[in-house]
């Protein structure tokens, strides 16, 4: 089972990559057979030679990959304790003694008996295993260096974006309207709307317990259900998850923030916001549903010169233009962070998807189940 550790030690410019992680694996596949592509159009006098010096290529390559691929998932604890440059050594080592190893044991298959160049192959073969993995590792080392740019992007988008102004001030005046009716319950007001903020602006960790996210969200929900009323529902639905389960901090409510300001609010009745977190092998999946104004509805007030209705339920009777069009597209910015910080924490092993009904919008994800580290 995988275990948190800290995703900056994976994102530092002068690291080596996860080789346990699925989409490296993947990109190392799709680099090393291109550049035996590469070396197969470049050897190659017509088009019809290209596919026979492929399959020669391959019978080569194949069996390096592959029992490179192995041994380094098996290294990878290993690799982990060693400074960069050491393991940029090792990872060469292994390659070229890999690659020598399987040339030497292929028999007539690499080395025919009546060949003089048995010497000169080895060589060239020693020095190709040495280049490409150094390409490889090259790549991976800028990759991981515009990555990690990206995520303190990412982050620096969390602080500005996640915690609205408008949220701010619509808070405040609901406080205010029930401060002398009943205090006790600003006072929980405000004491929610601190720990929001304090969340949001603290030093933001890479990996954190689901269970912090899930009471910070129900901290949000409950400062909107003071605003909203009986207009803002929220289903919860929590299915065999763990309690160790680490996720991205500020995962959850950002979707729920873009359900109630992209979704409720704009519906006179309301509606109910459907929240489904389970487990599902070493799979954690987050679904996020709500119900949004129908498109035929929004164009034919578009149409009549109407916005969408207000918080109260009635129209504002004046159009102002772009503002029906902000009910979907302001939730790029949330789902765009979202998508970014996935990418970058777990690459190909997470998986995204957003679905936008004719009265609905739906968002679903899927990450590796980590679990926190026992002390």
């Known amino acids: 089972m995988n275990e948190a550790s800290s995703i900056k030690q994976n994102t530092l410019s002068d690291a080596l990559p ?3 992680n699925l989409g490296v694996t993947l990109r190392i596949l799709l680099i090393s057979n291109g550049l035996a592509l590469l070396q197969a159009l470049l050897q190659a ?3 019809a030679e290209v596919p026979q010096i492929m399959m020669q290529i391959a019978s080569l390559l194949t069996p390096i990959l592959l029992s490179a691929l192995l041994l380094l998932w098996a290294a990878q604890p290993w690799l982990d304790r060693l400074v960069y440059w050491r393991g940029v050594l090792a990872v060469n080592a292994l390659a070229m003694v890999l690659t020598l190893s399987i040339y030497y044991f292929g028999g007539e298959l690499y080395h025919p008996r009546a060949s003089d160049g048995a010497y000169f192959d080895t060589v060239r073969y020693a020095l190709l295993s040495v280049l490409v993995c150094s390409i490889l590792l090259m790549y991976f080392r800028l990759r991981s260096r515009v990555l990690s740019r990206a995520l303190e992007d990412a982050r620096l988008q ?4 996640r915690i609205r102004p408008h949220f701010l001030f619509n808070t405040i005046n609901a406080v205010l309207g029930i401060v002398r009716a009943n205090p006790k319950q600003a006072e929980t007001a405000l004491e929610d709307m601190a720990d929001l903020f304090r969340m949001a602006m603290s030093d933001a960790q890479d990996l954190v317990p689901l269970r912090q996210e899930i009471e910070l969200s129900k901290q949000y929900i409950a400062l909107e259900q003071l605003r909203m009323g009986e207009r803002l529902r929220v289903d919860w639905r929590i299915q065999d998850v763990p309690g160790d389960v680490l996720i991205p ?3 959850l409510q950002p979707l729920l923030e873009n359900a ?3 979704g409720i609010e704009s519906l ?3 509606g109910c916001i459907a929240i489904e977190l389970g487990r599902n092998g070493n799979e954690i999946r987050i679904k996020v549903e709500n119900p949004c104004v129908q498109r035929s509805h ?4 578009t149409q009549q010169g109407l916005s969408p209705p207000d918080g109260t339920g009635n129209s504002t009777g004046s159009f102002r233009p772009g503002k029906l069009t902000r009910l979907h597209t302001g939730n790029k910015m949330a789902l765009q962070n979202i998508r970014e910080r996935l990418s970058l924490l ?9 679905e936008n009904g004719k009265d609905f919008y739906r968002v679903e994800i899927a990450l590796p189940y980590m679990k926190e580290k026992m002390t």
């Open 260 to 262: 109630v300001y992209h």
């Open 268 to 270: 006179p009745q309301g």
């Open 18 to 20: 996860n080789f346990r």
């Open 45 to 47: 006098n017509r088009w």
């Open 346 to 354: 777990f690459d190909a092993e997470a998986r995204y998807q957003v």
């Open 298 to 301: 929004a164009a034919q007030n």
């Open 158 to 161: 969390v602080l500005r974006a």
């Open 249 to 251: 901090p500020l995962l």
